[in-house]
């Protein structure tokens, strides 16, 4: 009777998705499982028999990943077609490049390492090609861009889930541990969270392929779609947070090791798709999470102002989304004076902004920085929250700000023995407006979005 009344509540996902959907648990728990035993007790010898084992069930899991539509829903007939491509994807792909080295003669063609690196792009190209196929054929999915959308959306779920932890993977990867309780516990929510964003941005797939197969907009969502989504508050919440947060952190990071780095120069064909990919999911899910919270405010009649701007924030989230969850019972979120609420949101906002910032306005080296940055921020969201229409223009001010904020110091460090006018604001412009401040804007895009649509009350 459960499962009935689930499938009478779903009126956007099809049944094949909506079935893969409310499995992904059993995913999650599977590669935590996994991932947790091959990577933590994974043996020192690595050609000893338990390596290979390890090696094997890592490598099968990455296939399973790919083939989890298919193989709840028992299209057999799909899964023996893809499942060929992803294991010469996962298990073979080490020899498939060692061979094509020592055959092709790279020395009058192409180097070695331009084959190794275009040789897994070929063959993942190949076993996108043929998911999307099945993906078409399973669904029925007509129409004159079909393919090609699910495509794109393959590759970039390929891409996010190539794309790693950065700095927290290289803590725990080279960390020194107290005691192996404390190394155990730091491994495993490492690899629970590795897993948990893996899982969600199958789930941000799987949602978005249904949304296609629809002809829904992905960057309007219409009102039924969101009222889906609200229906399945946990769900949604836990996939589109999670990808938001993931995103957030890796275009962070990103940002920072690019800093000086104009346009990109120093990325790698697979550093380009992985930044797109992130890129796309992040301005997606932060665009369904503020009309999500919009929705939802509307429909309710709440305003929830701080509290729905700070969703995309770690920790400060689970407060902030068991209110919104138990909306009902909290009187603080439905003010009889909307725009006298939206001055104490912003105030209370102002307030955290500054506490965050109290560190650097107290040392006398950063209390410069500090203050501007603080002060942007603070204005930035009564800003947003007075703007009749949002665009991309706010959040590349924005970013152009910080971005000459944080590059300043660099160059003026440079110049101070030798200053060459000229020289300093080439330096400056150049890496002001670069990779940096592009990954930057899309950051900001998202958060004031978010502000934007739960601190306006429309």
């Not at 499938?7 to 499982?33: C, H, P, R, T």
């Not at 700095?167 to 990867?173: A, D, T």
């Not at 955290?352 to 203050?371: A, C, Q, S, T, V």
């Amino acid at each position: 009777m459960e499962r009935i009344s689930q499938m009478e509540n779903n009126d956007v996902l099809s049944l094949k998705i909506f079935k893969s959907s409310q499995s992904l648990w059993i995913l999650l728990a599977i590669f935590v499982g996994v991932d947790f035993i091959t990577n933590f007790f994974y043996p020192e010898q690595k050609d000893s028999s338990l390596a290979k084992i390890f090696d094997f069930f890592s490598s099968a899991l990455h296939c399973l990943f790919f083939l989890w539509y298919f193989v709840i829903n028992k299209r057999w007939k799909s899964f023996v077609m893809a499942l060929p491509l992803l294991v010469l994807c996962f298990f073979f792909m080490k020899e498939i490049r060692n061979f094509l080295d020592y055959y092709v003669p790279f020395e009058t063609i192409v180097n070695s390492g331009t084959i190794r690196k275009y040789s897994y792009l070929i063959v993942e190209s190949l076993a996108i090609f043929v998911l999307s196929k099945r993906y078409l054929v399973e669904e029925l999915i007509t129409g004159k861009w079909a393919f090609g959308k699910i495509f794109l959306l393959n590759l970039g779920l390929f891409s996010l889930y190539n794309s790693d932890m950065g700095i927290v993977e290289q803590m725990i990867s080279t960390g020194t541990f107290s005691s192996k309780t404390v190394e155990f516990l730091l491994t495993f929510i490492y690899y629970a969270l590795t897993s948990v964003r893996s899982v969600a941005f199958l789930g941000a797939f799987l949602f978005l392929t249904g949304c296609i197969i629809n002809r829904e907009n992905i960057y309007h969502f219409s009102s039924k779609v969101l009222q889906f989504a609200n229906r399945y508050f946990g769900v949604s919440v836990l996939i589109s947070i999670s990808c938001l947060i993931f995103g957030f952190a890796y275009l962070i990071e990103n940002a920072v090791s690019l800093q000086l780095d104009f346009f990109g120069e120093k990325l790698t064909v697979f550093g380009w798709l992985n930044n797109i990919a992130v890129i796309a999911v992040f301005v997606i899910c932060s665009r369904f999470v503020g009309q999500f919270l919009k929705e939802r405010s509307l429909q309710k009649q709440k305003y929830y102002g701080v509290i729905g701007s700070s969703v995309w924030v770690p920790v400060i989230n689970i407060f902030s989304l068991l209110m919104i969850r138990f909306d009902d019972k909290i009187k603080y979120l439905s003010p009889s004076n909307f725009e006298k609420a939206k001055k104490i949101h912003l105030i209370i906002a102002s307030v955290l902004i500054l506490f965050f910032y109290k560190n650097d306005i107290i040392d006398n080296d950063k209390r410069l920085e500090g203050l501007l940055l603080s002060s942007i921020y603070i204005a930035s969201f009564w800003i947003v929250s007075y703007i009749k229409k949002y665009n991309w223009i706010f959040p590349l001010i924005l970013a152009g700000l910080i971005t000459m904020i944080k590059v300043y110091p660099f160059y003026s460090g440079i110049y101070d023995e030798q200053f060459i006018f000229k020289d300093y604001v080439l330096d400056f412009v150049k890496h002001t407006f670069s990779i940096a401040m592009i990954l930057t804007t899309i950051v900001f895009y998202g958060i004031y979005y978010i502000a934007f649509e739960t601190l306006n009350k429309k």
